[in-house]
């Protein structure tokens, strides 16, 4: 497994986070779109300043940024539920850094956080951020047509869920 560490987004990321962004268009289109804009970077730090958003950097070795993961929608109350979203760095597509990520944020989501279900919604097309969930341990549990509009577009997506049972179940697995 890669090693990576998280961290919570600071202003101070501004420009290595739009550079990253910037190269990593190819990758993202037509799946999401992460701020590509010094204003869409700082709205998106202060909305995940808010107590029901979290959103956490995946970061490689020396600490360049080699994907995003947010945690948005925080229900509490009977729910205590959030969606997760996420894209990668293009350098670091596919080489694991998401999964070993996706796994130090689920800790967070299930452990500092006492959420009891994370939900992640993915467009059928988009196979490599379903083979991350489903790697990861998330069951399919519908799918949902026109759920989200991106890009101006009401898109298909698949629901992909995890429950802290499952994933106290995946942790004694992997212990």
């Known amino acids: 497994m890669k090693q990576v560490s998280i961290r919570e987004p600071e202003f101070d990321d501004e420009i290595p986070f739009l550079t990253a962004m910037q190269y990593s268009r190819s990758l993202h289109s037509p799946w999401v779109t992460p701020p590509l804009t010094k204003q869409e970077f700082r709205d ?39 969606y997760l979203g996420f894209y990668s760095v293009s350098d ?56 989200l509009k991106i890009n101006g577009e009401w898109r298909d997506h698949e629901r992909w869920a995890m429950t802290i049972e499952d994933w106290e179940q995946l942790s004694r697995v992997d212990s």
């Open 44 to 82: 998106y730090v202060q909305r995940f300043q808010q107590p029901d958003q979290k959103s956490f950097l995946v970061c490689a070795a020396y600490g360049e940024i080699a994907g995003v993961i947010n945690v948005s929608e925080i229900v509490r109350g009977h729910f205590q539920s959030a």
């Open 92 to 147: 670091y597509a596919g080489k694991g850094y998401m999964s070993a990520g996706l796994k130090l944020v689920l800790q967070k989501v299930f452990i500092d956080l006492s959420l009891h279900r994370v939900e992640a919604n993915i467009q059928p097309g988009n196979i490599p951020s379903i083979s991350l969930v489903r790697a990861n341990g998330f069951r399919k549990e519908g799918y949902s047509p026109r759920y």
